[in-house]
């Protein structure tokens, strides 16, 4: 990718490349360009731009179980009464686990109690449900002062502001 010499014989007259950028994809690097030599140096450096880009990490969903609302009698009892023996006449180990957990899984909804959330891992750690909860009024209070432009409307907002940043500011530092 370098076409161009980087080294100089000042002794020979005789010029030589000796850096290269070695890549498998020729549009990740751009813009390669030389500078003069530094002080008495035989070498001259050499820059250019890597194109890459870091994907985002995607949203996903889970489930929240609540243990203490379970019940776990159910759970036992539907545990003791299911069929078992049905899954093991299956000869590939990886099928009969995700089988037995799928079919685990199934039941403990029927007897625990579950949230389904989404997790964003782009998300700041401290920011829970109550932090969105209020960053998302503060800025429904913002929209309708700017709609409305009614000093109470102001007032509201500033004060709804003003709990946003002081609950940010204590979760950050918690």
């Not at 005789?14 to 290269?20: F, N, P, T, V």
């Not at 998300?123 to 009024?137: A, F, G, S, T, V």
Request: include cysteine; charge should be positive; hydrophobic fraction near 35%.
């Amino acid at each position: 990718m370098i076409n161009f010499p980087t080294r100089f014989d000042p002794d020979n007259d005789r010029s030589s490349c000796l850096d290269y950028i070695i890549t498998n994809d020729t549009t990740f690097v751009n813009n390669i360009s030389s500078y003069g030599p530094i002080a008495n140096c035989d070498h001259i450096p050499i820059s250019f731009q890597i194109n890459s880009r870091i994907p985002n990490a995607k949203n996903f969903t889970t489930h929240v179980w609540n243990f203490k609302r379970g019940d776990f009698g159910k759970l036992n009892r539907k545990l003791a009464e299911y069929p078992w023996d049905t899954i093991f006449i299956i000869d590939d180990l990886d099928t009969i686990v995700d089988t037995w957990t799928d079919i685990f899984l199934e039941l403990a909804k029927e007897c625990i109690p579950y949230t389904k959330i989404t997790v964003r891992p782009s998300d700041l750690p401290y920011l829970n449900q109550e932090l969105k909860l209020k960053i998302r009024n503060k800025d429904r209070a913002f929209k309708r002062w700017l709609r409305t432009r009614r000093d109470n409307h102001r007032v509201f907002y500033t004060n709804v502001r003003n709990d946003t940043t002081t609950a940010l500011r204590n979760a950050r530092n918690t």
